[in-house]
């Protein structure tokens, strides 16, 4: 709930520090930011109206895959890599991933989970009594307080490496979950599916080396069967949905067999922020 990490936040008007009531979040200068009655806060510096978010159908895919437990030993792995009490996950979705490292880091952990999707929003803040939920964009400034974080988490997320360092706390880490190009492929085309571009590591290393240095690496792959409902999901979930009707993907992945072979692969990452950072 959002009383329990109140503290780490910061207004996104003024960057003043934030207190809360039972119906509104309000900054020391008297900026003012209503709660949902589902218990997130919007702590967009603007409006949200242009930006693209994820839907409820999204969502609701998502929270079906994951709790299919398909993705099971992703979480695992981002749970050994995770420390300290307090941890940020941008781009959170459900907040499940996030759920998962509070549970492994021991009853006094707690955490934020940022989304700009109102749907995500909702699933966070009912994920974990701990949690909580803010609408927020990625790539603006983020409305967490500087050095108040142990460990970031970037799950199939947005990368604001200025913004990660910044909140982050001396010696905290960065944990990020990118797909390799053999993630999925086997549904990529038949399915109409954005594929993982093969530079994408290359890419995400040179982007984060300005800031960070790699410390631990995790490889997770391993094969999935999924019927013709997880697909579907699969698809929903992921940013092909943006580019794909509902009834394009239902039609989809109704022409595949009744069940399907599908390799789950990625890179779990640890980074830690170099000692010579500016901000």
């Given at each position: 709930m959002l009383s329990a990490i109140i503290d780490l936040l910061d207004c996104p008007v003024c960057q003043g520090d934030l207190d809360i009531?039972?119906?509104?979040?309000?900054?020391?200068?008297?900026?003012?930011?209503?709660?949902?009655?589902?218990?997130?806060?919007?702590?967009?510096?603007?409006?949200?109206?242009?930006?693209?978010?994820?839907?409820?159908?999204?969502?609701?895919?998502?929270?079906?895959?994951?709790?299919?437990?398909?993705?099971?030993?992703?979480?695992?792995?981002?749970?050994?890599?995770?420390?300290?009490a307090v941890t940020l996950d941008v781009g959170a979705g459900t907040g499940q991933y996030l759920s998962r490292c509070l549970d492994g880091q021991g009853p006094d952990a707690r955490g934020v989970g940022l989304d700009l999707s109102k749907a995500g929003a909702r699933a966070i803040a009912r994920a974990h009594p701990r949690i909580g939920s803010?609408?927020?964009?990625?790539?603006?400034?983020?409305?967490?307080?500087?050095?108040?974080v142990d460990t970031v988490l970037s799950v199939f997320a947005p990368r604001n490496v200025a913004e990660f360092a910044r909140v982050l706390s001396p010696g905290?880490?960065?944990?990020?979950?990118?797909?390799?190009?053999?993630?999925?492929?086997?549904?990529?085309?038949?399915?109409?599916?954005?594929?993982?571009?093969?530079?994408?590591?290359?890419r995400i290393g040179n982007t984060l080396g300005a800031a960070f240095t790699r410390t631990e690496r995790i490889s997770v792959e391993h094969t999935m069967t999924l019927d013709r409902g997880?697909?579907?999901?699969?698809?929903?979930?992921?940013?092909?949905?943006?580019?794909?009707?509902?009834?394009?993907?239902?039609?989809?992945?109704?022409?595949?067999?009744?069940?399907?072979?599908?390799?789950?692969?990625?890179?779990v990452s640890r980074y830690e922020a170099q000692t010579d950072r500016t901000r």
């Amino acid at each position: 709930m959002l009383s329990a990490i109140i503290d780490l936040l910061d207004c996104p008007v003024c960057q003043g520090d934030l207190d809360i009531d039972e119906s509104s979040v309000i900054c020391d200068r008297g900026h003012t930011f209503d709660i949902a009655r589902q218990g997130y806060v919007s702590l967009l510096s603007g409006s949200a109206g242009k930006l693209h978010s994820d839907s409820v159908a999204m969502v609701s895919a998502r929270e079906r895959v994951l709790g299919s437990g398909l993705y099971e030993p992703i979480g695992d792995a981002v749970v050994e890599l995770t420390e300290g009490a307090v941890t940020l996950d941008v781009g959170a979705g459900t907040g499940q991933y996030l759920s998962r490292c509070l549970d492994g880091q021991g009853p006094d952990a707690r955490g934020v989970g940022l989304d700009l999707s109102k749907a995500g929003a909702r699933a966070i803040a009912r994920a974990h009594p701990r949690i909580g939920s803010v609408i927020a964009d990625a790539w603006q400034r983020l409305p967490v307080r500087d050095d108040s974080v142990d460990t970031v988490l970037s799950v199939f997320a947005p990368r604001n490496v200025a913004e990660f360092a910044r909140v982050l706390s001396p010696g905290g880490a960065l944990v990020v979950v990118t797909p390799t190009p053999r993630h999925l492929a086997e549904i990529v085309e038949s399915m109409g599916m954005i594929g993982v571009d093969p530079a994408k590591p290359e890419r995400i290393g040179n982007t984060l080396g300005a800031a960070f240095t790699r410390t631990e690496r995790i490889s997770v792959e391993h094969t999935m069967t999924l019927d013709r409902g997880l697909v579907a999901d699969i698809v929903t979930m992921g940013p092909s949905a943006y580019h794909l009707s509902a009834d394009e993907i239902t039609d989809r992945a109704a022409a595949l067999a009744e069940r399907v072979d599908v390799v789950c692969s990625v890179t779990v990452s640890r980074y830690e922020a170099q000692t010579d950072r500016t901000r």
